[in-house]
């Protein structure tokens, strides 16, 4: 597996010229089909926002607040796909002859699971206008039979989405002057412009 991304840089936006982002995630899929949202996917988001210093405050949609329809925001949306593979026939062929040799063939034929995860990440700017943003990357997990432990699985997994994550950063980074509070004005009527209001929750304040 390759090793994690480097660190992202910063964006240097003074405090006054940054504005606040509203987090929802709209869709999880693995191998085609829905998966509900889960806290662990839902920190990763948040802290990749909030490393990147380019918003004053980001709220997540767990519990309802007043809404940002009257002051400078961004909406972001992110969706991911899974996929998994654990070979399944060819775990279940290894595992024949691991059995017939009385486990001796153990450590001669190690079992495989892949991951990969595909993000997209989309923000909607106070005046309507949108960027979006795209990553993936994949990884694989060797191990013998009976040494599939959830752990390492999850693991696997968090290293797989930190990437996507960090690549998304660093696109996002790029476009930091697009989200200065000074980059376009609020418009008179933003309910025309199709921003939508996504309930939110306590905010978490980049530090200076």
């Known amino acids: 597996m390759a090793p994690p991304a480097a660190p992202t840089t910063i964006a240097l936006i003074p405090a006054e010229a940054r504005v606040p982002a509203v987090l929802h995630i709209i869709s999880i899929e693995q191998n085609g089909a829905p ?11 948040v802290s990749a926002l909030y490393d990147t210093g380019v918003f004053s405050q980001l709220f997540f949609p767990a519990h309802a ?9 961004v909406v972001a949306r992110l969706s991911l796909r899974q996929t998994v593979d654990s070979h399944a026939g060819e775990a279940a062929f290894k595992g024949f002859l691991i059995g017939a040799s009385m486990f001796l063939a153990t450590p001669l034929l190690p079992l495989q699971y892949d991951y990969e995860a595909q993000m ?49 950063k660093d696109q996002l980074l790029q476009d930091a002057r697009f989200y200065r509070a000074d980059a376009a004005p609020l418009p008179l009527n933003p309910a025309n412009v199709g921003v939508v209001d996504i309930p939110v929750a306590a905010a978490h304040q980049p530090a200076e």
């Open 35 to 45: 998966l509900n949202p889960n806290a662990d996917l839902d920190r990763r988001l």
């Open 65 to 73: 607040q007043p809404p940002l329809s009257d002051r400078k925001h």
């Open 120 to 168: 997209t990440l989309d923000l909607q700017r106070w005046d309507g206008h949108t960027r979006q943003y795209t990553a993936s990357s994949k990884g694989s997990a060797y191990y013998h039979l009976f040494g599939a432990t959830p752990l390492a699985i999850e693991e696997l997994k968090g290293q797989v989405t930190e990437r996507c994550l960090t690549a998304l």
